[in-house]
């Protein structure tokens, strides 16, 4: 599975958009891009994927670049309980998940 | 109703012993994982299991044995425990084994203290 780059914090105004950038140039063509978090002390929890196209589902949104050598995962409106350590996972079908160090996303009040 | 539940929540013990975790998932997946998050909270995946096959074994130590009753339950059990085996155990499942869409959902962790 291909590596991924993460920023190791953000911080973000509760109400507004949290965007959280991820990295991943080696990425090959039958590499999916996935997006989990992890509240503190819980199991991560899946949040959403994509292969090229944007995708969306109630949580957040999931654009990737045309060269998909990058992505961005929207929370459109952010809350306190959106804080969490957000891992940005490629995957090609290997069966467990590669954790990196993910982005710590603080939402202020 | 939890999907993926795990006891116990917590687990304190002494060098040396022998302890289990359960796992059990009620979504009717065929795979199911369990994997380690250190004190440094790096998540890594230590076992799969595919229809009580196991399909995956990560550098791991012997001592630690994941055990497949039927599919919708995986145990592990670890032998002789060592000061270095603290830290937060997470079991998963997920539909079908291989799959690059198959998305895995995990339980709430057992977290392990060994004395």
């Known amino acids: 599975d291909a590596k991924t780059t993460q920023p190791p914090s953000m911080d973000c105004a509760e109400g507004r958009a949290a965007n959280l950038p991820c990295n991943h140039s080696?990425?090959?063509?039958?590499?999916?891009v996935y997006w989990y978090r992890q509240i503190h002390s819980q199991g991560p929890q899946y949040i959403i994927h994509?292969?090229?196209n944007n995708e969306t589902n109630e949580m957040a949104s999931l654009i990737i670049t045309e060269d998909r050598k990058s992505s961005t995962l929207i929370l459109p409106h952010a809350t306190l309980r959106d804080t969490a350590v957000y891992y940005c996972?490629?995957?090609?079908?290997?069966?467990?998940?590669?954790f990196g160090k993910g982005t710590h996303l603080i939402i202020q009040p | 109703d939890t999907a993926v539940s795990q006891t116990p929540k917590y687990l304190v013990t002494q060098m040396g012993n022998d302890k289990s975790i359960k796992c059990e998932q009620n979504?009717?997946?065929?795979?199911m994982y369990w994997y380690k998050q250190d004190s440094k909270k790096f998540l890594k995946i230590m076992f799969s299991?595919?229809?009580?096959?196991?399909?995956i074994n990560e550098t791991v130590p012997n001592r630690f044995s994941p055990k497949s009753p039927d599919k919708a339950h995986l145990n592990l059990h670890i032998n002789s425990l060592e000061l270095g085996d603290s830290a937060v155990y997470f079991c998963?499942?997920?539909?079908?084994?291989?799959?690059?869409?198959?998305?895995?959902?995990f339980g709430p962790g057992t977290r392990l203290t060994v004395l």
């Open positions: 996972i490629v995957r090609g079908g290997a069966d467990g998940l590669t």
């Open positions: 994509g292969l090229k």
């Open positions: 998963a499942s997920s539909q079908r084994q291989g799959r690059s869409t198959d998305t895995q959902y």
């Open positions: 299991y595919n229809n009580k096959e196991l399909i």
């Open positions: 979504l009717g997946h065929d795979t």
């Open positions: 080696t990425i090959s063509g039958n590499e999916y």
